[in-house]
């Protein structure tokens, strides 16, 4: 039996066993224990496996449920800690009231104001010293300023929430990611309070006076969608920035064809992109409600599994040459932002912000290349997101 999660050799690769397991039928896999116990999964890692066990809704994404799998224990004073860890039909009642915020119609109008924010980053990193680090000094920065504006939150606030999601998505001491808990959910409460006394044009104010006012929706729930739109929001779009940069300043070829003609191809980059890299680690588990058959698999009603994004995405029978980053490929059924009724909310403003940050940042620095070597890179291991640390550039 394999324990999860998979040993890298590289940093930069998938782990090797990955491949072992990926073409096969469901396996069980070895989970790092919670309190003493051990806790078992089934591995799913086939495209195909892995695009039927998210849309299954016997597949259960409630964490609150007796033996489900835990890879972030927060407290949860026995209730999910957001509408990410909710089954429907609560799930849908509370995705329901922050959807209006991302549809295509609003990140279109949303554009003009990111295009700004992304040149003005772009020229401030310019305007620095050197060797710059393009995580914090770029990628960090962008992707906070924009979840900030979304929520209302001053920019002035944003180092606050970027050292706290660090501290809290940082394995080590569980009692300090625990504290980070606490002071992102007060920060929260009381930046919520605010709204409800002057409310404005933002996220948060519509969710206080639209939701929370009629008694729609509670405290805790309100807090725990401001979390994961906090964390997730900006803690996934600084990785795949910086992932999509460092394969443009490792692939001189590559770099000047998606840079070309204003960088037309640009689009199809960032989705070729988010397939290879899989910025998604470990963290999308489920538990059966009922005896489910997953490919050759019967999974038991109450045993749990482990879905594997990035084995999805590496699937050759999907995806010719996964280890290749290849954008002449159709990536358009990769699985980073989920499938069925929990897929991600932010996509389409996650795939407009990538795109733009990395069109502003290589048009302001077109000399920009790396400060290290390839091998000296590290990366921030953890159950939500494969990260790098940092990323040294020069121009």
Known sequence: MLDWPLARVCPLSPPPALGVVRDGPPTLVRLPAVAGEEQLAWLITRHEDVKAALKDPRLSADETRPGFPLRIPVPTDDRPSGFLRMDDPEHGRLRRMVAPEFTARRVRMLRPGLQELTDRAADALAAGPQPADLVRDFAAHVSALVIARLLGIPDEHTAFFLEQTRILLTDGDPALSLAAHHRIIAFLDETARAKE???????????????????????????????????????????????????????????????????????????????????????????????????????????????????????????????????????????????????????????????????????????????????????????????????????
């Open 197 to 395: 006394k002057q409310p404005g044009d933002d996220l948060v104010s519509r969710l206080v006076t639209n939701h929370v006012a009629t008694g729609e929706l509670d405290r805790a729930d309100l807090l725990g969608i401001l979390k994961l739109l906090l964390i997730a929001g900006h803690e996934s779009t600084a990785t795949q920035i910086a992932f999509s940069a460092l394969s443009l300043l490792t692939d001189d070829g590559l770099r000047a064809e998606v840079l070309a003609d204003g960088g037309a191809l640009l689009p199809q980059f960032v989705e070729e992109s988010m397939r290879f890299w899989s910025i998604i680690q470990d963290n999308v588990v489920r538990q059966a409600t009922e005896d489910v058959r997953i490919g050759e698999t019967l999974v038991g009603a109450g045993e749990s599994v482990m879905i594997s994004l990035l084995a999805a995405n590496h699937d050759a029978t999907v995806f010719p040459r996964p280890e290749r980053l290849d954008i002449h490929r159709d990536a358009s059924d990769h699985l980073l932002w989920g499938h069925g009724a929990h897929f991600c909310l932010g996509a389409s403003l996650g795939r407009l912000e990538v795109t733009l940050a990395l069109g502003s940042l290589f048009t302001t620095l077109p000399t920009l290349r790396l400060a290290c070597e390839v091998g000296q890179l590290r990366v921030r291991e953890h159950p939500v997101f494969h990260s790098l640390t940092e990323l040294p550039v020069v121009w």
